[in-house]
């Protein structure tokens, strides 16, 4: 195939391969340093994940999304770019379990008046014993941390199923950093504080206050493509090879036909697609490292409801195995403008595929399962749904099986080698990561400035 060279291209030119949140922090930070970059994007638009589609009146997010306030410099950087049109929203979110709606993350207190006297006294009992069995810091998979935290009980009923379903492996095999902050809150301490003073001592764990733009989390997305402006961005530019000489990345080729020269690169691609796009191929141990690591999909069922509204949590999480999805959010908790008036929409995130399984092509079978399941537990009549859509979104969760971190080093140690390639990201660095992580890791790599290494 014949291949295009761009001519002209001034010395310096950073490419950042990838314009989901992680590309697109880099491209507003190189703008800010007044840096020449460009963004090649695959899909016909930017933002990645973070994106909020149109469908008719009603708006969606892939997958519920909010805005973290975890540093406040970053808060107050969008805060600025944004201006008004990023409110704080105060609403918690809850666990679906035996029919009842529990906390989230989860409380003491209410966990107790859930689950009753005896329920809780077991439960007491098993996290006592746990803690008596051993330390939690021996832990080396995510079943025993879980279990050594809160109890056989607890641990089995809200966080074992939960990240089965949401990672595709049993939780023996999935390493610690599954957790995230979701067990932060139910120490042995709060538990007894807020038991032995029914609830009047409130442990600080219950985030319902959270950012969230008007109109969808895609609006962060428009502000940081706003301020990179026009011209930076290539959308429709698939990188499909990886060209490099001598420790440098020395041109990308897109879409199979053009080739694009390049100074520097920055890569936020999934880390074993880009592995698989290096010419010459990278060797064969890491390239079998990489083959070794998989992501979770997620089929997204997005539906509109003729009414006004079936729920008042920001997300709901449905650990039993009975239901299809592992969560449910209604966007219209989030922002209003989600969807028009006197109407809501529910949006349910069924995790699918990673470790050699694929995703069911069954699009209607998805929708079916879900109006189904959401009808069986009373929040919508069949008869309520007027409007369904589903999307899929591929390397959605990288899964962190145990023993990971290992392997995923010993690819990106590979990498440093080549001098002028940098890599930031979630699927990129291999790591279940937030977007204020993106635009932290974006503005370090152009603040960094490609130090020799
Ligand atoms: C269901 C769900 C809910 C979430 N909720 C939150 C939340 O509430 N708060 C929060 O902070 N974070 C949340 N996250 C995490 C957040 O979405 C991610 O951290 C963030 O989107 C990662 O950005 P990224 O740029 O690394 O990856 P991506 O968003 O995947 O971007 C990668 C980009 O690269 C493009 N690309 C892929 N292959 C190529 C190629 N060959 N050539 C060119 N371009 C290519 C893709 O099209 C995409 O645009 C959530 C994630 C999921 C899945």
Redesign the pocket.
């Known amino acids: 195939m014949k291949h295009r060279k761009h001519a002209g291209r001034p010395p310096g030119r950073i490419t950042i ?7 697109l922090a880099a491209g507003y930070y190189a703008a800010s340093a007044g840096l020449d970059f460009t963004v ?4 016909e638009s ?5 994106r909020t589609r149109s469908c008719g009146d009603f708006r969606f997010d ?7 306030d975890q540093d406040s410099r970053l808060t107050q950087e969008m805060k600025d770019l944004l201006g008004e049109r990023l409110p704080v929203i105060e609403i918690g979110s809850q666990i679906y379990s035996e029919g009842r709606l529990i906390d989230f993350p989860l409380s003491p207190f209410n966990l107790i008046r859930n689950i009753g006297p005896l329920g809780a006294m077991n439960a007491g009992l098993h996290l006592i014993s746990a803690r008596l069995g051993g330390r939690g810091r021996d832990a080396d998979n995510f079943e025993r941390f879980a279990v050594h935290k809160y109890g056989r009980p607890i641990a089995k009923r809200f966080l074992l199923n939960y990240s089965e379903k949401l990672w595709g492996l049993p939780c023996g095999r999935l390493s610690l950093d599954v957790s995230g902050k979701r067990l932060k809150g139910l120490s042995l301490t709060t538990f007894l504080l807020e038991a032995f003073t029914s609830g009047r001592i409130k442990t600080r764990h219950l985030d319902g206050a959270f950012y969230y733009p008007e109109g969808g989390f895609g609006g962060i997305i428009d502000g940081l493509t706003g301020f990179i402006g026009p011209g930076r961005i290539r959308t429709d ?4 090879r990886v060209l490099h000489r001598e420790g440098r990345v020395t041109a990308v080729e897109l879409n199979g036909r053009e080739t694009v020269e390049t100074d520097r690169v920055i890569s ?3 880390l074993p ?1 880009f592995i698989s796009m290096m010419d010459p191929a990278c060797p064969p141990q890491i390239a079998s490292l990489a083959a070794s690591l998989s992501y979770r999909s ?1 089929i997204l069922v997005m539906l509109m409801i003729d009414r006004e509204s079936v729920t008042r949590s920001g997300t709901v999480y449905f650990p039993d195995p009975e239901f299809p999805f592992n969560r449910v959010s209604e966007p219209r908790n989030r922002s209003g403008r989600m969807s028009p008036a006197g109407k809501t929409s529910l949006l349910a ?1 069924i995790p699918c595929g990673g470790k050699g399984a694929a995703c069911p092509d069954d699009e209607a079978g998805a929708v079916r399962s879900v109006v189904d399941s959401l009808a069986r537990i009373g929040w919508i009549r069949e008869a309520d749904v007027i409007g369904k859509r589903v999307e899929r ?1 591929e ?3 990288p899964i962190l099986e145990t023993g990971h971190a290992v392997k995923v080093g010993r690819i990106l140690k590979y990498l440093e080698s080549f001098r002028n390639l940098r890599l930031i ?4 660095l291999f790591k279940y ?6 635009m932290r890791q974006g503005q370090a790599v152009i603040e960094e400035g490609f130090k020799a290494r």
Do not use: D, I, K, Q
């Open positions: 391969l990838g314009g989901g949140a992680a590309g090649l994007e695959a899909e930017a933002g990645g994940m973070c892939l997958g519920a999304h909010r805005f973290h530019s698939r990188v499909t936020t691609l999934p697609l997620l995130e979104l390397h959605a969760y990201g979630r699927n990129s990561t937030h977007f204020h992580n993106m």
